[in-house]
């Protein structure tokens, strides 16, 4: 039987913290309609999420989760993952959550390659904040606490993500519902770790990108855009002044990290369970 995607919704008197206009919504509506495209029960769905305002979606949802520390959605993705590789794991967090506090789990998720989609809700601003920048906030934005102007470069995502052999990388815009759900859908269906990093208007803190400024600034990669070549890719990564969207790399046959650990007959999985041995240790901490 085909899922509905009302199964994902919460009753209608539900209230959403987000302010009018903010670029979550549409990500929420993204995420529940490919997951209900793809025919995925929320029953077999777990999101992980650390704190900020892009970090309450799974709370938006009918959906088993995880939110965790400022920064800590990555490693319980990973975990859970790799407890119960039948399950669909998304990672979804803000810019400041995932590359700021959480840059150290971003790198090195990358590197173990767990079969998990990483959305980030990427604003250019710390939101459940107040508006001070973020990693990725442009050089000269001013802020109230960068009342000068944002002297550092902004973070790269997509080049460090490519870098450290990240074998899917996309970059979408939330106010482009049709495209960034085909795209968050082929982030689930690859098999390994899957970025996208979703432009996400802040209407409350950063007036500088706006839904306008991201139509204006933003392209779309064309159909013979070739995403397994990896130089391309980094070339594409690094343009800052044109930002593109979609696909920018995917590679595919590179082992998963639950498939190192399992496969590779790591001792912790070989080693015997002692259940009983478990069950007094549960009772000791009642």
Known sequence: MAVDKKQYDLPAHTDLAW???CGNFPILN???TALAELDIP???VVICSGIGQAAKTPQYMRVNYFNGLHGRALPP???IKLANPGLVVISESGDGDTYGEGGNHFLHTIRRNPDITNIVHDNMIYGLTKGQASPTSEKGMKTPIQTEGVVLEPFNPLATALSLGATFVARVFSGDIIQAKEIVKAAIQHKGYALV???QPCVVFNKQNT?????EHTYYLDEQHDK???MKALEIAFDMEKLALGVIYQ???RPTYEELIRDGQDPLFLRKRNDAALKKLLESYK
């Open 19 to 21: 302010c009018p206009g």
């Open 30 to 32: 993204i995420v529940k």
């Open 42 to 44: 929320p029953e077999g």
């Open 77 to 79: 993705a990973t975990a």
């Open 197 to 199: 990093d979703v432009f």
């Open 211 to 215: 839904y306008q400024w991201f139509k």
């Open 228 to 230: 397994t070549d990896k």
């Open 251 to 253: 590679k595919t046959g």
